[in-house]
């Protein structure tokens, strides 16, 4: 089967089409996004980069819906954007938030089952055994599920969160920073879990990282935010070889030579 | 498009017999009303089971087969790969629900000694405050420059000035309100001109401070525990103690101060709206003008009074701050906690006014009748 052939087959998961978003303040007038155009096609891992302030987060709350573009359009698997705020919307999207967004009233458990409990026409057991599967599954024990988020390390708050976003099995799959203020060894860690749930799961991911061994780890192509849009998207050699001061102090840097050898070590990423 | 509604067939027996499951599998749809129900009532027992016509099958669904089965795999099964993994996760997953335990005799006798234990903390904690509170203003008195000053002056902006258009709205309506009511009993014996005496006993010295107080309590205590608890839950207050700076002086101090500064101005400002209202409905109703008015106040209420209601204020006042810091500085790092303590902070602190308030009238009835 010629995999090239279904990609282009398939409508994108997410599609932007000239998309401005510009914010007012009452002195200044930012363009964040100029005419931005960019889809994500079914299965693939997508890292969005950029320099702060270049519009990347702004671009995931827009697809999500959280924020109205000025102008372009977002379809998110086949539907505009506006349409995804409706019942069962857990189902379609996940969302990995930055602080992982735990509700700090309920315990883990409470937090992973709260998308299927507001369904109300699950019985409590299904819901409760349904929840410990994805507790698990991200590799928390059973015994976490009682926890409440203030008593959990920053790498569990991120599990929990992502069981909670995997709950209800949606295809597409949102991160923002999933592993920021992590320590090197539970980054790690979860960048083998969010690779064996893209793989088992059939998702489609969509990241925003500033962590280079992250990015490389992870993404099947790199679109890079630039000048108000996306200057180059493709698989990281393509990327890297591009001529843009942003992607040569990006990737070219110091901290950017260290991370080249992970390129070198996962030839999955390329 | 195929119908997405889950459902179980009946496979005729020719054909194998098995149960076909079709339809898409997942929790959005099992979302429906009444459809697992009806699922339930589909299965018969003891049959093959064919899901290679389904067109998903999320964990959620796979769970409820798995429970469906009774949690081990049914000996005749028919699924495609990535249904068998999903259904392998779930299996391999799945913990024996936990028994829930009655709750006995000792729980409740364990649940008293923890209410128990927990007001004692409260009064600890609470008498902790008071004493530094006095420290800290002994250690202010001997380094004025030293005091947090600009804090001071905020929260006495905040707190009083702020809250003069509302106390003056409601103390110039409850004046109107019980002058109104009160003269239609007067005007019956014909003692009409007893009003003033009983406007100016009541509200200048019950009255005022008291709705002051109260409004006070339900306006800035909530606010002093949320704005507490709020630093507590983004790790402010830890930041705080790690510079070496103390809660008790630079978060208690100034709101205890400016409270016990703005709490006998708001008081004598609710006081002269209620009277003005009270002044006014006396005119309407009764007939009694403002100058008669102004000119019997000072002989019905001696001045004793006045000094009465301010002492009163003032230590209105320090209670409703110290409360609200009290309940702020016990909030936990979670939302709940923040909501459970600003209503506790605001309820305790008006329960605490009415009581200080009547050990006030027990204490001072020789005072200005």
């Given at each position: 089967m010629?995999?090239?052939?279904?990609?282009?087959?398939?409508?994108?998961v997410?599609d932007i089409r000239?998309l401005?978003s510009?914010?007012t303040?009452?002195?200044?007038?930012?363009?964040v996004?100029?005419?931005l155009?960019?889809?994500?096609?079914?299965?693939?891992?997508l890292?969005i980069?950029g320099?702060?302030?270049?519009?990347?987060?702004?671009?995931?709350?827009q697809m999500?819906?959280?924020?109205?573009p000025a102008?372009?359009?977002?379809?998110?698997?086949?539907?505009?954007?506006?349409?995804?705020?409706?019942?069962?919307?857990a189902s379609?999207i996940?969302m990995?938030f930055?602080h992982?967004?735990l509700?700090?009233?309920f315990?883990?458990?409470e937090?992973?089952?709260?998308?299927?409990?507001?369904?109300k026409?699950?019985p409590?057991g299904?819901?409760r055994?349904?929840?410990m599967?994805k507790?698990?599954?991200v590799?928390?024990k059973p015994?976490d599920?009682?926890k409440m988020?203030?008593?959990l390390s920053g790498g569990?708050i991120?599990?929990?969160?992502?069981?909670?976003?995997?709950?209800m099995d949606p295809?597409l799959?949102?991160?923002?920073?999933?592993t920021?203020?992590l320590?090197?060894?539970s980054?790690?860690?979860?960048?083998t879990?969010?690779?064996?749930?893209?793989?088992?799961?059939?998702?489609?991911?969509?990241?925003v990282t500033?962590?280079?061994d992250?990015?490389f780890?992870?993404?099947?192509r790199?679109?890079?935010l630039?000048?108000?849009?996306?200057i180059v998207?493709g698989?990281?050699?393509?990327?890297i070889a591009?001529?843009?001061p942003?992607?040569h102090?990006?990737?070219?840097g110091?901290r950017?030579?260290?991370?080249?050898?992970?390129?070198?070590?996962?030839?999955?990423?390329v | 498009?195929?119908?997405?509604?889950p459902r179980?067939?009946?496979?005729?027996?020719?054909e194998?017999?098995?149960?076909?499951?079709?339809?898409?599998?997942?929790a959005?749809?099992?979302?429906?009303?009444?459809?697992?129900?009806?699922?339930?009532?589909?299965?018969?027992p003891?049959?093959?089971w064919d899901?290679?016509?389904?067109?998903?099958?999320?964990h959620?669904?796979a769970?409820?087969?798995?429970?469906?089965?009774?949690?081990?795999?049914p000996e005749d099964?028919?699924?495609?790969?990535?249904?068998?993994?999903v259904?392998?996760?779930?299996?391999?997953f799945?913990v024996?629900r936990?028994?829930?335990?009655?709750?006995?005799?000792?729980d409740?006798w364990?649940?008293l000694?923890?209410?128990?234990?927990?007001?004692g903390?409260?009064?600890?904690?609470?008498t902790q405050l008071v004493?530094?509170?006095?420290l800290?203003?002994l250690?202010l008195?001997?380094?004025?420059?030293?005091g947090?000053?600009?804090d001071?002056s905020?929260?006495l902006y905040r707190i009083?000035a702020?809250a003069?258009p509302?106390?003056?709205l409601?103390?110039?309506?409850?004046?109107?309100v019980?002058?109104?009511?009160t003269?239609?009993?007067l005007?019956?014996f014909?003692?009409?001109?007893?009003?003033?005496?009983?406007?100016g006993?009541a509200?200048?010295?019950?009255?005022?401070?008291m709705l002051a107080?109260?409004?006070?309590?339900g306006?800035?205590?909530?606010?002093?525990?949320a704005q507490i608890g709020?630093?507590r839950?983004?790790?402010?207050?830890?930041?705080?103690?790690?510079m070496?700076i103390?809660?008790?002086?630079r978060?208690?101090m100034?709101?205890a101060?400016?409270?016990?500064v703005?709490?006998p101005?708001?008081?004598?400002w609710t006081?002269v709206?209620a009277?003005?209202?009270?002044?006014?409905?006396?005119?309407?109703?009764l007939?009694?003008t403002?100058a008669f008015?102004?000119?019997?106040?000072p002989?019905?209420?001696?001045?004793?009074?006045?000094?009465?209601?301010?002492a009163?204020?003032?230590v209105f006042?320090i209670?409703?701050?110290?409360?609200?810091?009290?309940?702020g500085?016990?909030?936990?790092?979670?939302?709940?906690?923040l909501?459970?303590?600003?209503?506790?902070?605001?309820?305790a602190?008006?329960?605490?006014?009415?009581?200080?308030?009547?050990?006030?009238?027990?204490?001072?009835k020789g005072v200005?009748?």
């Amino acid at each position: 089967m010629d995999a090239g052939a279904t990609l282009s087959s398939e409508p994108p998961v997410v599609d932007i089409r000239g998309l401005w978003s510009v914010f007012t303040t009452p002195e200044k007038r930012f363009v964040v996004h100029e005419n931005l155009d960019l889809a994500v096609r079914s299965g693939e891992v997508l890292s969005i980069v950029g320099g702060s302030g270049s519009g990347k987060t702004v671009l995931l709350r827009q697809m999500l819906g959280l924020e109205t573009p000025a102008r372009g359009d977002i379809r998110v698997l086949g539907q505009p954007v506006s349409q995804l705020g409706r019942r069962g919307a857990a189902s379609r999207i996940g969302m990995l938030f930055q602080h992982g967004a735990l509700f700090s009233a309920f315990s883990v458990l409470e937090n992973i089952a709260f998308p299927l409990r507001e369904l109300k026409t699950l019985p409590p057991g299904l819901v409760r055994d349904a929840a410990m599967v994805k507790l698990q599954m991200v590799g928390l024990k059973p015994e976490d599920g009682d926890k409440m988020p203030a008593d959990l390390s920053g790498g569990m708050i991120k599990r929990a969160a992502l069981a909670r976003a995997l709950v209800m099995d949606p295809p597409l799959l949102l991160l923002d920073e999933p592993t920021a203020g992590l320590d090197p060894e539970s980054s790690e860690g979860f960048v083998t879990l969010l690779r064996s749930l893209h793989r088992d799961l059939a998702l489609t991911v969509v990241m925003v990282t500033h962590d280079l061994d992250t990015l490389f780890e992870l993404s099947t192509r790199i679109a890079v935010l630039a000048d108000r849009r996306v200057i180059v998207s493709g698989p990281a050699r393509e990327v890297i070889a591009f001529q843009h001061p942003f992607i040569h102090d990006f990737f070219l840097g110091e901290r950017g030579q260290r991370a080249m050898e992970l390129l070198r070590e996962y030839p999955f990423a390329v | 498009m195929p119908d997405p509604t889950p459902r179980i067939q009946a496979q005729p027996a020719g054909e194998g017999g098995r149960l076909l499951v079709l339809g898409q599998w997942t929790a959005a749809q099992f979302a429906r009303p009444r459809l697992l129900r009806s699922l339930t009532r589909a299965v018969p027992p003891g049959r093959g089971w064919d899901l290679r016509g389904a067109d998903q099958l999320d964990h959620v669904a796979a769970q409820w087969l798995w429970d469906r089965w009774g949690r081990r795999w049914p000996e005749d099964l028919e699924a495609l790969p990535t249904q068998r993994a999903v259904l392998e996760r779930v299996a391999r997953f799945t913990v024996a629900r936990p028994v829930r335990r009655r709750r006995g005799w000792l729980d409740a006798w364990l649940g008293l000694g923890a209410g128990v234990l927990r007001t004692g903390n409260h009064v600890r904690t609470f008498t902790q405050l008071v004493g530094e509170l006095v420290l800290n203003l002994l250690r202010l008195a001997a380094a004025p420059h030293a005091g947090p000053w600009r804090d001071f002056s905020g929260h006495l902006y905040r707190i009083g000035a702020l809250a003069l258009p509302i106390t003056a709205l409601v103390g110039f309506l409850i004046g109107v309100v019980l002058a109104y009511l009160t003269s239609q009993q007067l005007r019956q014996f014909g003692a009409d001109a007893y009003i003033v005496n009983i406007l100016g006993i009541a509200v200048i010295r019950e009255l005022g401070p008291m709705l002051a107080a109260i409004l006070i309590a339900g306006r800035s205590g909530s606010a002093i525990t949320a704005q507490i608890g709020v630093m507590r839950v983004t790790d402010e207050l830890d930041a705080m103690s790690v510079m070496g700076i103390s809660h008790a002086f630079r978060l208690v101090m100034p709101r205890a101060m400016a409270l016990a500064v703005a709490m006998p101005l708001i008081s004598v400002w609710t006081t002269v709206w209620a009277l003005g209202g009270g002044m006014l409905a006396a005119d309407v109703s009764l007939g009694i003008t403002p100058a008669f008015f102004m000119r019997a106040l000072p002989e019905a209420v001696q001045i004793g009074n006045l000094a009465l209601a301010t002492a009163k204020s003032v230590v209105f006042g320090i209670l409703i701050a110290l409360v609200g810091c009290h309940y702020g500085l016990r909030v936990k790092p979670d939302t709940q906690s923040l909501g459970e303590g600003t209503t506790a902070s605001v309820v305790a602190s008006i329960t605490v006014v009415i009581l200080v308030d009547a050990l006030f009238a027990v204490l001072f009835k020789g005072v200005g009748i």
